[in-house]
């Protein structure tokens, strides 16, 4: 099967300085997405041993520092390191001008070529698509605009069996319309329904990312049984008013979102600098929704 | 006497992942002077345990990424903080231009006040004083504008022992005029002249930073005689045409200011991602100036 995890970079909201702001690796069938870019988001790129060339997509929910702050110096550093490759940025269209000023009185000219595409944020859109995966956002509740990103994989071929193939004596010509369903007509004209040839296929997996969110449930019908869902819960209930008055979430709020949305999974991070100790913020999500997992910089999770 | 210390927070040129890009941080008699904040200088502070709060001053010397790039998030840190004392950025007019589009987009109001001054880069200027510190403009020759910084101690003043004070009975509303320069008169009408009172006062010191620069001997008024001198050398000089392209010194050419301006130490640094071993760049500035120590990271050095 096809690969699909997470690396978390970061998973800290500003000031909390024990582990990085936020910047998550998603790979989906060698593509590499970044999400968000807090500041010295590349020394974690290298720390963890991850190839940040490899990188041709990268996703900034907002522009709270703590989600796109580490961006130049790491676009900077894939040009000296001798990038020609296009690079894309799925962006707000202000993040264009902040880089842009910043070029200008640097005089700085890319090798390579940045790719602007920017968020709507009034309502879901296609970022990306290509044969594996379909990216599109989910529109999130901040102080500022602010969306999120679900990643899906492309319904994936089924698979047949090299003893299938000998037993009907299957031509190569026909195996692409028959992983893709069609059904088999062998020399003696017996038709071999589709069912009888392929296993199971596997169901195409899917990742939701919600950065900075009040608990908003207008979200839940954009990551109904998402696979895994990363939900911010900066605090923990008792400062449900400070989560409401900051556009944040607590533990609890996560757990429920990710209970009514029926996840598989939910990954909670952006913890506020306050918790030194995370495992309180894990079994409160839990009292609502019990296989939740806390994000853990350097920590890959396989979907 | 007051100290007088430099401490590296980073001392590479971008893209050097084994340690971080420019910045320092000055104490001259508890005044403390953050000089350049390259991506993630806040996360070498506090490593450091160096606590960025008592930073008043910040002072930048030119729009290259890895000078600055760390500015915002530290001023966000120290926001989030809780600070209220105002802080002074001593830059590129260009740079409030830089930071206020970011605060415009994020939606950002400081607790705490921030007081641009800018550079003229023409000549050099003073761009802080008070009644321990002068800090004056070095204009460097860099591809886009850029000043070095030289940090110097007021005149001190001169020390009293007891043993004198008692021997001849001086009041203590007359020692602050002693200490700076008057003579005594006794009881009985003998003049006592003040070298016989003061021991012999310190010199006052001075820094001079020279950040990204080519060989300019133009500098070498504005650094002379320094304590310490701060010069970059991103280069060997086998690569002395690169130098001269992009606008950097080589090890052999910071050696040859160092002796031109007769200062007492050179510090050399900014080193291009190239040199793993930084023992060579070190060798070669000393066959023009001995007395040539590396900046490393996290190093303290008393002036």
Redesign the interface.
Known sequence: MQNFDLTILGCSS??Y?KTN?TAQLLNIAERFFLIDCG??T??QL?RYKLKFQRINHIFISH????HY??L??LL??MH??GRTTELHLYC?A??Q??IE??YK???TRLNYQLVYHHHNYKNDEILFEDDKVVVTTIVLNH??PCCGFKFTEKPLLANITKDTLAYYKIPVEQILSIKQGADFVSNDGTIIPNSKLVSNKATPRSYAYCSDTCYDERIIPFIKNVDLLYHEATFLHEKADRAKETYHTTALQAGQIAQKAEVKQLMIGHYS?RYKDLQPLLDEARTMFDNTILAIEGENTKL
Do not use: C, K, T, W
Request: glycine share 8%; aromatic share 2%.
């Open positions: 500003n000031s300085f702001p500041e010295a590349q020394i290298r522009l709270h520092g703590d702050l580490g130049l110096g900077s550093s000296l390191l707000p202000e993040l001008e902040i000023v910043q009185h640097s005089e102080r500022i600098a």
